[in-house]
């Protein structure tokens, strides 16, 4: 089977590595010079544009930082075709990319005219997942595309959900990192208040962790520096998730929110929060640094 991938980025190059791992032919292509090195010393054969590694493919994998990349990719611009008008196979699709619902079905609906099969297929699960294949894949599209993804997925990840049709993966990754931005920004409050008043944040947290507020950012990824071995707290916030990544899936969040009727106010808050964060310079920082929104005035 052959593969193309496209963006190859923190979580991007890790998953293709997976697949050339695992025994797949994979085709390369991201804007970075550097990346396609990399995978090339992998195994993988590096291309020149999004269209030669996707010639042919049985599938498409892209992982790209927004919609306006997706929808460029493959619906493409006034001066620039997408690869839907320029295949001249009909692979499977797979978007790993987080975006938004309507960007998802409107590519999805562009597939469809062109005879291509798409699956909007976000993930969970950080850098730290994409390197050990254990990934959750939360895919959108039908039954029979989704079975077909499967063996490919499986390399991937751990945990392979189908969601419904197409864009119901980006809505359920959404309402999870909503979520995961309400309980790393309440973790890091908890701490923050316990330390103030004289706390251990390494005992409080195991108290916590053993009682009612125990949550998957005290349990697994602590925001607190030296409270657990080999979390981002501990590398001084480097790596991992970005801020400007949970700010960008907050303000998906808001967005679909506001498009459904739907009231967020924790999930507004967690975005306003993440955002001032980010204004602050941390934007390039794991997103557990909103830490330090709350040790304003302690000593480090």
């Not at 981002?232 to 679909?256: C, I, N, V």
Request: charged share 15%; hydrophobic share 45%; aromatic share 6%.
């Amino acid at each position: 089977m052959k593969i193309a991938f496209i963006g190859l980025g923190n979580m991007g190059a890790p998953m293709a590595t997976n697949l050339v791992k695992a025994g797949f032919e994979v085709h390369v292509f991201d804007l970075v010079a550097e990346a396609l090195k990399a995978l090339e010393a992998e195994g993988a054969t590096p291309g020149s544009s999004a269209l030669e590694v996707a010639r042919d493919a049985d599938v498409v994998v892209s992982m790209l930082p927004a919609g306006r990349h997706v929808r460029s990719l493959y619906l493409g611009t006034d001066d620039n075709p997408g690869l839907f008008s320029r295949l001249n196979s009909k692979p499977l699709i797979i978007d790993a990319s987080t975006i938004s619902p309507d960007d998802a079905r409107v590519v999805g609906g562009a597939a469809a005219e062109h005879g291509l099969r798409y699956l909007d297929a976000p993930v969970s699960g950080g850098i730290a997942g994409a390197h050990a294949g254990t990934l959750t894949f939360i895919v959108g599209g039908a039954a029979e595309d989704f079975v077909t993804a499967q063996p490919v997925l499986d390399v991937m990840g751990k945990n392979i959900f189908h969601a419904g049709p197409v864009g119901s993966g980006q809505v359920a990754k959404i309402c999870n990192n909503m979520l995961l931005g309400i309980l790393m920004s309440g973790t890091a409050e908890a701490l923050a208040l316990g330390v103030r008043n004289g706390m251990d944040p390494t005992v409080l947290s195991e108290i916590m962790k053993q009682s009612s507020g125990g949550n998957w950012a005290l349990n697994v990824y602590n925001p607190w520096p030296g409270v657990m071995d080999g979390s981002a707290a501990s590398r001084d916030y480097q790596g991992g998730f970005l801020t400007d990544l949970m700010a960008k899936d907050l303000g998906l969040a808001w967005e679909l929110a506001l498009g459904s009727g739907a009231a967020v106010p924790m999930g507004s808050q967690a975005r306003n929060l993440f955002v001032q964060h980010s204004a602050q310079g941390n934007g390039k920082l794991d997103f557990s640094s909103i830490q330090w929104l709350y040790r304003a005035g302690m000593e480090s």
